[in-house]
């Protein structure tokens, strides 16, 4: 019982757009892929708008599909995915195949014309719909150095950037997002994570603040502005000190997978390497499938946990549709990070264990190399 008092408005909020967006995705995708594959081959950009050009009707008001990832992770990294939500993203993927044809001829095209900055950032808004995030950063920096002032570009960047950097919107992430404020002060996507990012930093009055200004730019009687203004209760709440945070806390424990599908052990640092360790250095751990370079799996300590006690479950994916219980063995890897980024860097040290069957206890995983 615990486990259900504490999913809060925010799960409910990033139900409804999860919800709102599937659907609209469904209505917008089919047909605009119809309409690609039953007409000749065209320019880099008219393929990229016939794909995502009616882009506005799978957004709502600016907030396209990754702030769900980023909303869901940020609330509540580690916590059991709604099943509701489940449904609706599956739903979504189920496109994916076709999808991802378009999308590779879209690359191929822009590759062939690098200068086209509107095409990189609809390049980087499908990777980001397909959950391959990555493959989003690279294409949105593309499109940033070419539309340096575009400020929904600078968020869906800092989004995505977050999603890759386990998660986490602090750094580059939340400085893209105050200048997409600055250049737009009304941006809804913005200020939902400038928002999130308050609230994750027990920063309540700011919290409220910027989910106020975004209240005032939604239609009153959506569900999404009701349960925005849940969300603002419930910071207001904690305010006055008659409420404890009830996620992002230590203390709250994510409730074990459904499945029981888990991989428990500890990740331990070469004494050789002790000296090159600083205690808030970040530490990262992952599982992936083989043949596979996205995780089904993470999660974020620091050095000074170190040697660190771990259990991998389906409660640790980064999308529903990618859990540790759809595979018998996977790769762990762990690195530890100065820079805090979850993309590999020279000098991360780094440790990996192939091989371990999904169920596996006591697994150890030495951090004992430095990446080149």
């Known amino acids: 019982m615990k486990g259900n008092n504490q999913?809060?408005?925010?799960?409910?909020?990033?139900?409804?757009?999860?919800?709102?967006?599937?659907?609209?995705?469904l209505f917008v995708l089919p047909p605009l892929l119809r309409r690609i594959q039953n007409?000749?081959?065209?320019?880099?950009?008219?393929?990229?708008?016939?794909?995502?050009?009616?882009?506005?009707?799978?957004?709502?008001?600016?907030?396209?599909?990754?702030?769900?990832?980023?909303?869901?992770?940020?609330?509540?990294?580690?916590?059991?995915?709604i099943p509701q939500a489940q449904s609706q993203t599956a739903q979504a993927g189920k496109m994916a195949p076709e999808h991802a044809l378009v999308v590779e001829d879209m690359a191929a095209r822009l590759e062939q014309n690098p200068g086209d900055g509107k095409g990189w950032y609809m390049l980087g808004n499908s990777y980001a719909v397909m959950g391959r995030f990555a493959d989003a950063v690279i294409a949105y920096e593309k499109a940033l150095k070419?539309?340096?002032?575009?400020?929904?570009?600078?968020?869906?960047?800092?989004?995505?950037?977050?999603?890759?950097?386990?998660?986490?919107?602090?750094?580059?992430?939340?400085?893209?997002?105050?200048?997409?404020?600055?250049?737009?002060p009304k941006n809804v996507k913005a200020l939902a994570l400038t928002g999130t990012a308050a609230f994750q930093a027990e920063d309540y009055s700011n919290a409220v603040k910027h989910w106020e200004k975004l209240l005032k730019l939604l239609p009153q009687d959506s569900p999404f502005a009701k349960q925005m203004s849940a969300g603002v209760a419930e910071a207001r709440?904690?305010?006055?000190?008659?409420?404890?945070?009830?996620?992002?806390?230590?203390?709250?424990?994510?409730?074990?997978?459904?499945?029981?599908?888990?991989?428990?052990g500890i990740v331990t640092l070469s004494p050789a390497l002790a000296g090159k360790v600083a205690p808030d250095d970040?530490?990262?751990l992952s599982a992936k499938a083989s043949g596979s370079t996205a995780p089904v799996a993470v999660m974020r300590a620091h050095a000074g946990e170190l040697p660190l006690k771990f259990t991998l479950d389906d409660t640790m994916a980064m999308m529903p549709e990618a859990k540790l219980s759809?595979?018998?063995?996977?790769?762990?890897?762990?690195?530890?990070?100065?820079?805090?980024?979850?993309?590999?860097?020279?000098?991360?040290?780094?440790?990996?264990?192939?091989?371990?069957?999904?169920g596996a206890k006591d697994v150890r995983v030495v951090i004992d190399k430095i990446a080149p």
Not at 7 to 25: M, S
Not at 45 to 59: D, F, P
Not at 152 to 172: I, P, T
Not at 237 to 264: E, H, L, N, R, Y
């Open 7 to 25: 999913v809060i408005t925010f799960w409910l909020i990033a139900a409804g757009l999860i919800v709102a967006i599937a659907v609209a995705l």
């Open 39 to 81: 007409k000749p081959p065209v320019t880099p950009k008219s393929m990229v708008a016939r794909l995502l050009g009616e882009r506005a009707a799978a957004i709502m008001a600016g907030i396209a599909i990754p702030v769900l990832a980023v909303m869901l992770y940020f609330v509540r990294p580690h916590a059991p995915a």
């Open 146 to 184: 070419l539309l340096p002032d575009d400020a929904q570009l600078l968020v869906d960047y800092a989004d995505v950037m977050a999603v890759a950097n386990d998660r986490s919107l602090r750094g580059k992430p939340l400085e893209m997002i105050n200048k997409a404020l600055r250049i737009d």
């Open 237 to 264: 709440a904690m305010i006055a000190g008659k409420k404890k945070p009830s996620f992002g806390a230590a203390q709250d424990k994510a409730q074990p997978a459904a499945g029981g599908a888990q991989i428990s």
């Open 282 to 284: 970040a530490v990262f």
């Open 326 to 358: 759809d595979h018998k063995e996977v790769t762990l890897s762990a690195k530890i990070s100065k820079s805090g980024e979850a993309m590999s860097q020279p000098g991360d040290l780094k440790g990996e264990v192939a091989q371990v069957r999904v």
